[in-house]
């Protein structure tokens, strides 16, 4: 199996299950235009966290890595009228993209974005009172990735949902030896989940248009 598989059976999902949207399309490609990194949720990927937030009938939803809004947007997609979604982005380019894209999607009533580094942001989250989030999308810097399971935790309930993106890494996430920071935090994780008596947890590797890598899924325990 090559890259060249993957993408044309992403294309083909995409041709048959993810109409393409005018809101959508245009965040993609004034993020092209903007020239944030391609580091976004495949259209497909994009689709199934919006499924996985109508599974859990989510009403509020926090994102930690906005990028240019397009998991943001899929995600609030999910919610009913007077839902939420707090999203946080640490850098103010991206977050202007986003904001625009978001504005466009039509979602600026319910999606909150919050400019800042995560980690200094998040306490502001949690005195807001918007907690329990009935859904929380990981997907910002790798090195904090256990930091922010925490996070999730704390702004949890049972059943709350926390998924974990880039959780395989081209199968890095096996080797001990890696010293990149974005994999020792990525393995930081799974051994902080692997320790967390409040979560039960899987994760799936993926491949597609984005290459191999996978997902955390993370269950709050009742
Ligand atoms: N969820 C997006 C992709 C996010 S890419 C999507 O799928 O469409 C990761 C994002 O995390 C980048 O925009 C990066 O600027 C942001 N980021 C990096 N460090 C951060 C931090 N400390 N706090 C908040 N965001 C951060
Ligand atoms: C990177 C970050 C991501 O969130 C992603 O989905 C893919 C790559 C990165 O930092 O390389
Ligand atoms: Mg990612």
Not at 90 to 103: K, W
Not at 178 to 207: F, H, K, N, W
Request: no cysteine.
């Amino acid at each position: 199996m090559s890259q060249e598989t993957w993408t044309a059976v992403d294309e083909y999902i995409v041709g048959k299950l993810v109409p393409t949207d005018e809101a959508l399309e245009a965040a993609l490609s004034a993020s092209v235009e903007a020239e944030l990194p391609a580091i976004n949720v495949t259209r497909n990927q994009g689709k199934l966290l919006h499924l996985l937030a109508r599974v859990q009938q989510a009403r509020s939803v926090l994102e930690i890595g906005t990028l240019g809004g397009y998991s943001t947007i899929w995600l609030a997609r999910a919610l009913p009228a007077g839902g939420r979604l707090v999203t946080l982005e640490a850098d103010p380019h991206h977050a202007g993209v986003a904001r625009s894209n978001i504005e466009r999607a039509g979602l600026s009533g319910l999606v909150e974005l919050r400019e800042g580094p995560a980690l200094e942001t998040l306490p502001g989250v949690e005195s807001a009172g918007y907690a329990p989030f009935d859904l929380v999308f990981i997907d910002a810097d790798k090195p904090n990735n256990a930091n922010y399971l925490q996070w999730a935790l704390k702004l949890s309930r049972p059943g709350t949902l926390i998924i974990v993106d880039n959780a395989v890494r081209r199968g890095s996430v096996v080797d001990e030896q890696e010293t990149d920071p974005r994999v020792r935090g990525t393995r930081a994780l799974y051994d902080a989940l692997a320790a967390e008596p409040r979560l039960s947890a899987t994760a799936m590797q993926t491949v597609g248009s984005k290459g191999y890598d996978g997902f955390v899924l993370a269950v709050v325990n009742q």
